[in-house]
């Protein structure tokens, strides 16, 4: 969050034995730059008449509407939005954003989408669970929540292990070019997406079997808990005003959102204990 301060300097001599006078004033502008990913709907995407929009952008305006904020929507290289938040080109990473297994890597606000990864195939596929996916072609996006679970070390690492390979894609638009052309049999991916974009296009379909489950979450730098802690209040307000069930509803989430709920209390207290830690490790 940017402020920029204006001071005005007036001085006066009215005669020698007066004293000049000093008037200064702070004019105070604020801005609030959201990065995000601009290939990723329904969170956040291009409409048709070229202006950035999404579930997630349009939650960031009205936290905006209610802090005098100006939005400043960003649109960054997934691969590069750590380096966006810390370098301060960007205030937060708000675009369907996973919290889970990086809990100690920024600062979160509550968790506000329930979120599973999936994998989506076309309708013609022989592929009917996880088990089928072995010797196959799967795409995933490059620094996604889908590529660290398959990726080593993750939870799906050993179902990874039996694809005949992980192709990395900077979108999802570009891994569903690849799966129409038949270059790759699978992309895995967050259902809320996968959802989207099987509504856009015909011919296929989402395994039954889930890779994961997981939350979505606003990310901030890490330590910066009173930008964290203002917009965390701005939503809490969207909720009571029924703003956020009503852009829930708009970008057919309503089933996934978590916001308000005793599961996202829940998730949020263990999360403060995790942020806290990490803070007093930084510290250190």
Known sequence: MRKTVVCVLTGAALAVSMIGSTACFAEEQKTFTVGFDAEYPPYGYMDENGEYTGFDLELAQ???????????????????????????????????????GREEDYTWSKPYVDNSQVIVVPESSDVTDLSGLAGKIVGVQAASAALELLSEGGDQADLAATFGSLQQF?????????????????????????????????????????????????????????????????????????????????????????????????????????????????TE
């Open 170 to 282: 900077p979108d999802y638009n570009n891994a569903f070019v690849e799966l129409q052309a038949g270059s790759i049999d699978a992309v895995a991916m967050d259902i809320g997406v996968a959802q989207y974009q099987l509504k856009q296009k015909e011919g296929y379909k989402i395994l039954d079997e889930k890779l994961n489950s997981e939350k979505y979450a606003i990310g901030f730098k890490l330590g910066n808990e009173e930008l964290r802690d203002t917009v965390d209040d701005a939503m809490d307000q969207l909720v009571a005003d029924g703003t956020f069930a009503k852009l829930a509803e708009k970008y057919e989430l309503t089933d996934m959102v978590c916001l308000g709920t005793d599961e996202g209390e829940t998730e949020t207290e263990t999360e403060g204990v995790q942020t806290e830690a990490a803070t007093e490790a930084v």
């Open 62 to 100: 009205a936290v905006c509407d209610l802090e005098g904020w100006e939005l400043v929507k960003t649109p960054i290289d997934w691969d590069s939005k750590d380096m966006e938040l810390k370098s301060g080109s960007i205030d937060c990473i708000w675009n369907g954003f996973t919290m889970n």
